[in-house]
Structures are given as C-alpha cells and as structure tokens.
C-alpha cells in the first residue's frame, strides 16, 4: 500500500523559502503512470493546487505560484520536493502532497486525480 | 481557468436521507471518451481522500451507497443513505486541462 509523508520546518519567516519533501514508501517513485504533486489548503478554506512533476522532470505549475515555485524529484531516495521562495503569510496553510495518477486512453495520456495523500504539514509563515 | 462552482455551499440533511452534491464548471470537462471530474471526502483534521474518478467511477474500498454522475459542465455525487460518518467536507475537482482546480467545497452536517 503507497503511502506518502510530507517533512519540513513548520515555521518559515517572511520573504524565506518554504522547502518541503515527500517520502513515497511502498511503492516506486520512478513509475511511468504517475505524476506527483503538491496541493495547499489554508486555515479554514478550499484546496489549491500548486504543481505536478514526473520522475523524469515533467511539470506542471498553477499560473499564480509559478514564478516562486520548484519542484524536484530524487529518485534514490523515493522522493520529491517542494521549494516556495518570497513567502508571506498568504502561504499559510497545511501542504499536502500526493500520488497523480496519469489515466491513458489508446492515443494519449494525461494526468488526472489525486491518490492516495499525505497526512500534511502545516507551515506557517511569521517572523 | 476551469472554475468549479459547488452547490450547496452547506446541506443539512439527516441520517438515512439521499444526498445530493452538484459540481458545475466553467466550461466542459469531457471528452467522447472520458468525463475529467473527481470527488473527495474531506473529515475534520485529515488529507482528502478520493472518492470518485471519470465522474463515475468508485474508488478503491469506497461504499457503493457513494455514487457520481453528469458529463460536460454539471457533475453530481449522490450518497443514498447517510451514515453519520458522511457528515462532513466533500470537493469536486476537474483534470480537464492542466491547470488542475477544485471547487470550493460543500459542507454537509446534521440536520
């Protein structure tokens, strides 16, 4: 059974970096029918996907974070990385991350649901 | 951007009652051959947890009394007799396009 766990300081002060990593245990990262990816959720509110990546460096990104966002993968130790430079307490929420499942038809595939996710760490961003 | 508008935004309802959660997009998530919607649950203090995929499709271990239904722009999950564990967050999410989105949620509690 897959399971995912995410690792990170939980405080990072404003116009830090934000760095978190995902441990995927029970299952290879290095897997052609998954993406992997971050999703946010604030205090209280919805959830906000953040950027998807592949084990072969693919990615996608939500327009309004692409600009400070990095993801990475390591494939030796089954994991991958969130980088969120220029924090401010906007980026206050608990971050998850999760399997993207990759569904393919006869002609072309396309990542689609999220399965299984983390537990989530909140992170708060204050000096 | 596809935006998903959930409705209603709260239902109140009791247990043994049908359940019925609408998920309406922007613009169409379907192709001929699939239908890019998914439901979650979400419980107080807890990742989501996948429910339903290609809008109908159960996901593993889920009850069948959780079903999804709805092509195009307008998607529904229907639970057809509530359990008191079911009161809780549910969001829709379209992989339409690759910007991924979520609807806002709807929160169903006790009547």
């Known amino acids: 059974q897959l399971q995912l766990q995410e690792s990170g300081p939980g405080l990072v002060k404003p116009s830090e970096t934000l760095s978190l990593a995902c441990t995927v245990s029970?299952?290879?990262?290095?897997?052609?029918?998954?993406?992997w990816v971050w999703i946010r959720q604030p205090p209280g509110k919805g959830l906000e996907w953040i950027g998807s990546?592949?084990?072969?460096?693919?990615?996608y990104f939500s327009p309004s974070l692409k600009s400070r966002v990095t993801l990475s993968v390591d494939t030796s130790k089954n994991q991958f990385s969130l980088k969120l430079n220029s924090v401010t307490a906007a980026d206050t929420a608990v971050y998850y991350c999760?399997?993207?499942?990759?569904?393919?038809?006869?002609?072309?595939?396309?990542?689609?649901?999220?399965?299984?996710w983390g537990q989530g760490t909140l992170v708060t961003v204050s000096s | 951007e596809i935006v998903l508008t959930q409705s209603p935004g709260t239902l109140s309802l009791s247990p043994g009652e049908r359940a019925t959660l609408s998920c309406r997009a922007s613009e169409s998530v379907s192709t001929i051959s699939s239908n890019h919607l998914a439901w979650y649950q979400q419980k107080p203090g807890q990742a989501p947890r996948l429910l339903i995929y290609?809008?109908?499709s159960r996901a593993t271990d889920i009850p069948d009394r959780f079903s999804g239904s709805g092509s195009g722009t307008d998607f529904t999950l229907t639970i057809s007799r509530l359990e008191p564990e079911d009161f809780v967050m549910y969001y829709c999410?379209?992989?339409?396009?690759?910007?991924?989105?979520f609807g806002q949620g709807t929160k169903l509690e006790i009547k």
């Open positions: 990546i592949y084990y072969g460096g693919d990615t």
């Open positions: 029970g299952g290879p990262i290095r897997s052609t029918s998954y993406y």
């Open positions: 999760a399997r993207h499942v990759l569904p393919c038809t006869t002609s072309t595939c396309s990542p689609g649901w999220f399965d299984p």
């Open positions: 290609g809008a109908s």
């Open positions: 999410q379209q992989y339409g396009s690759s910007l991924y989105t």
